[in-house]
């Protein structure tokens, strides 16, 4: 897959607020739902296609950028990851991630990983998410395999911790992901699951830049090892599971997925990435990409590649 690098800084001022889904209330951060004007502004924008237009965390003020930074290391990880562009709100002066909706309304329909979480386990906290297994999550895709469920279910978990581990994401909660159902033209009801959404709390942009300034390869090494994804790997277990560890996990039990993983990571160009990301530096925005967090973005995606190169192995 190949990622669109943009020319230029869409302007959602005048875009369409959606009002069914105003102020669209879930997550930590800020965001709208927003329609594209006729004639759309730029070839990549779909037109009538509903766009998310999501803000960064207050006290991480460079975080939208990783949205559409994951976006790019999922393309050419090959993994489905809904597109994703730098856009600004001349009006409130505002600069945001701008998402591409990942389904079309009257055509599919979206469940909360969730929604299905609580109807194998009544009393599972979603707000709090300690119960996230990979254990529970494979019980509610193998019951949704019996409701008509499309594609290998559990290569899409392997991919999908191969990608968190790759981005560092942590915030793959039950409500980041799901299902998409709809129904096929012999009536028959369909899911698959989901591209995979909301990958902005990832690329180490928790960290500002006065922190981390001359880290070495061990002082990053050392920051990569404490990362974890939010799953557990069984129900039973105290914490959350490093992302590395998952990507062993599923892989050893899974040996078929070894050499999947293995020849997506092999595919994935750390210049193509380098290349690709600084394009997005020439974007002029309010709180703009620097070249010094690309290169502390690029070490961290460098040291973990390598890391997972090792696994896999």
Request: charged share 25%; aromatic share 12%.
């Amino acid at each position: 897959m190949v990622p669109v690098i943009q020319d230029g800084v869409v302007d959602v001022t005048n875009w369409l607020e959606d009002p069914e889904y105003f102020n669209y209330p879930e997550g930590a951060r800020e965001k709208s739902a927003l329609f594209p004007p006729e004639p759309v502004p730029f070839d990549f924008i779909k037109p009538e296609r509903r766009y998310l237009f999501k803000l960064s965390d207050p006290r991480y003020p460079e975080q939208f950028w990783a949205e559409v930074i994951a976006y790019v290391a999922g393309c050419l990880l090959g993994v489905e990851v809904p597109p994703a562009y730098i856009a600004i709100h001349q009006g409130r002066q505002v600069s945001g991630a701008l998402i591409e909706w990942f389904f079309v309304d009257g055509e599919q329909v979206f469940v909360a990983g969730g929604n299905r979480l609580q109807r194998l386990v009544p009393e599972y906290d979603r707000k709090k998410g300690t119960d996230h297994s990979f254990q529970l999550v494979q019980r509610a895709c193998l019951a949704e395999v019996k409701s008509g469920l499309q594609g290998d279910w559990l290569l899409y978990w392997a991919q999908a911790f191969l990608f968190d581990a790759l981005i560092g994401n942590t915030d793959r909660h039950q409500d980041n992901w799901g299902f998409l159902s709809w129904t096929d033209d012999a009536g028959n009801a369909v899911e698959r699951l989901a591209p995979l959404f909301d990958n902005g709390t990832s690329l180490g942009m928790e960290r500002h830049l006065d922190h981390v300034r001359g880290w070495d390869d061990n002082r990053c090494e050392a920051y990569l090892g404490k990362g974890c994804h939010h799953m557990k790997w069984q129900n039973n277990d105290i914490g959350r599971c490093r992302h590395f560890d998952l990507v062993a996990h599923v892989v050893n039990g899974n040996p078929r997925l070894r050499p999947v993983l293995k020849e997506a990571l092999e595919n994935f160009s750390l210049q193509e990435f380098e290349r690709k990301v600084r394009e997005l530096c020439k974007l002029t925005v309010l709180v703009p990409l620097t070249n010094e967090r690309v290169s502390f973005t690029l070490k961290l995606v460098t040291l973990r590649h390598r890391r997972l190169c090792t696994i896999l192995s």
